[in-house]
């Protein structure tokens, strides 16, 4: 019990500890592409920011407005994170650094990572807004859209390793990363777009949409609960990079450095890549959006896994 | 199909254009300043604030009668022996459009515009600044928060 909960605590921690980092870095890495410095007050370029930021939404009220479905909207935020949270069971930072080696681990995270879109058009439908409701719905059909395409380019991994577990996946790269094969290269980059996707990341955020959506399904949340979704958004892409790492780049193997530091470069470096994206990329249509899905990376994913079987078979 | 393959083909190349040019962007130096602790040094032709040589002004009032809102005021006294000697040279910030004409207009280049732009106040007393005085724009050259 005492040890469930120090790993509940540790995990909860690290959670937090790389929500702020990386929004401290999005900031950053926006500022950089703009050519601007970005956050320079608060400590040492900025660093402390998002402490002062979570300070400010701590303290601020928490607006209920009247006409909003109470008991949804309420527990919206609660489904957008425990599922980001839970996701962290079976990813495998180091050799035995991980809380459950599930023999479904990969399953599993998507299993729970998919309940997240609950959350969303919980929000979405419990904030009695036409803006929101359309966020909540945009996402649901995005995230049904993309899953297709991620679950398949999982497959091919899955049929090469021959195993669910994420600890057995990394020990089948001790040769040669998976990104090295040809057939899982193709997989990685179905897998990194549909990922996109699926957290709602520019150039796939038409769920929320400043412009159009007003910020879609958070658009009537603000203090701690706000603080929640962004939490969850954080988290949600950390986690994609770790699955990324793991099934793609060998997960916490590499020379002289400890596992977990060789784990974190290459979710970070993923996460980065992901940042850089973000700031190139307009927004695209969601028409557009459906038809990447449907009519590019669902064709490509299926053949990919087909070449894969008979690369297999061969 | 041929439409489907040409897209394929040609979109991902333009997407990595566009990373090159932000990858290009991210490494290169922020063009934007630290202010208030860096400052953007004023072009020549900026006009700030109407300021004063005394030494150099022959009280010829050709400033005073080009201001188009009459924000310049002046007084002289003569001594017995005719010489001239500033007595007040009032300069009424409120009322100035910022043309510059009154340092087009001076013989002796005593009136000009300096280079100072920040000028916000906290009443309307501090807009009225007499240009005899020695620390005139102490208050902006070296603002502090009251």
């Not at chain 1, 380019?153 to 057995?168: C, E, P, R």
């Amino acid at each position: 019990m005492l040890t469930m909960m120090i790993t509940g605590a540790v995990v909860l921690g690290f959670i937090s500890f790389s929500s702020m980092f990386l929004i401290w870095w999005e900031r950053k890495v926006s500022a950089h592409i703009q050519t601007r410095f970005g956050p320079m007050r608060v400590g040492w370029h900025g660093v402390l920011q998002p402490i002062a930021d979570a300070v400010k939404l701590l303290l601020k009220e928490d607006i209920v407005p009247c006409s909003v479905d109470k008991r949804v909207w309420w527990l919206a935020p609660f489904f957008v994170v425990v599922p980001s949270v839970m996701a962290f069971v079976s990813i495998p930072f180091g050799k035995n650094l991980i809380a459950k080696d599930l023999n479904v681990g990969i399953l599993y995270i998507i299993a729970v990572t998919s309940v997240g879109i609950l959350g969303i058009f919980m929000a979405g439908w419990g904030s009695n807004n036409k803006y929101s409701l359309l966020g909540g719905m945009r996402s649901a059909a995005q995230i049904i859209s993309y899953e297709i395409p991620l679950i398949l380019s999982i497959v091919t991994v899955v049929m090469f390793s021959g195993s669910l577990s994420m600890q057995k996946i990394v020990e089948a790269q001790a040769k040669c990363w998976f990104i090295f094969k040809p057939c899982l290269a193709v997989a990685f980059l179905v897998y990194i777009i549909s990922a996109t996707a699926e957290v709602n990341r520019t150039p796939f955020d038409i769920p929320e949409a400043e412009s159009e959506l007003v910020a879609g399904f958070h658009t009537e949340y603000s203090g701690m609960k706000f603080a929640m979704f962004f939490i969850a958004e954080y988290t949600n892409m950390f986690i994609i990079s770790a699955i990324a790492t793991t099934l793609f780049l060998g997960g916490w193997r590499g020379p002289l450095l400890p596992p977990v530091l060789w784990f974190l470069i290459k979710t970070y470096g993923i996460i980065f890549v992901l940042m850089w994206v973000r700031w190139t990329f307009p927004r695209v249509r969601v028409d557009q959006l459906m038809g990447l899905a449907w009519k590019v990376l669902t064709p490509i994913a299926f053949v990919n896994l087909a070449l894969a079987g008979w690369l297999l078979l061969k | 199909m041929k439409h489907y393959l040409k897209n394929l083909i040609l979109g991902p190349i333009s997407l990595i254009q566009g990373l090159i040019v932000t990858f290009k962007n991210l490494v290169s130096r922020a063009i934007t300043l630290q202010y208030p602790t860096q400052k953007q040094p004023m072009t020549p032709a900026f006009r700030g604030l109407v300021d004063l040589r005394p030494d150099k002004c022959i009280m010829c009032y050709q400033c005073v009668k080009i201001c188009p809102t009459g924000c310049l005021a002046i007084r002289h006294e003569e001594s017995p022996e005719k010489k001239k000697s500033l007595v007040t040279f009032e300069y009424n910030m409120e009322l100035c459009c910022f043309c510059g004409l009154c340092e087009q207009v001076c013989p002796t280049i005593a009136v000009y515009m300096n280079k100072i732009y920040e000028i916000a106040v906290y009443s309307r007393k501090e807009l009225h600044i007499n240009l005899l005085s020695t620390d005139k724009y102490a208050q902006w050259a070296n603002p502090t928060v009251k």
